[in-house]
């Protein structure tokens, strides 16, 4: 089966999106570790910090469970979701000459 031009398009458009997801889950793991920090500093009360602990590890769990569930479906249906975007900029492009 002879490869589409587009191939090349799609891979880069998906790495590019993979990347920029696991760059945000990654920002949203120093956010989260640096606010529990300086509340861990400067609270005195162990069961807020059990209580936000608990909490925000909940909150990155499921949002790290999301984007990575995400990322696996747009690996696996990565044609279809990338090729309409490809054939939208390309009429973009077309459009203004």
Known sequence: MQQ????AR?????????????????????????????????????????????????VLLFNTASIIAMILHYAQDKDHIYRLDIYYLDEMKRAKG
Do not use: H, T
């Open 4 to 7: 589409k031009p587009s191939d």
């Open 10 to 58: 799609v891979k880069r458009m998906f790495a590019r999106d993979r990347v920029w997801a696991f760059a945000a889950v990654f920002a949203l793991w120093c956010v989260y570790a640096f606010a529990f920090w300086q509340l861990y500093v400067s609270q005195n009360e162990p069961g807020v910090l059990w209580a936000l602990g608990i909490g925000g590890s909940l």
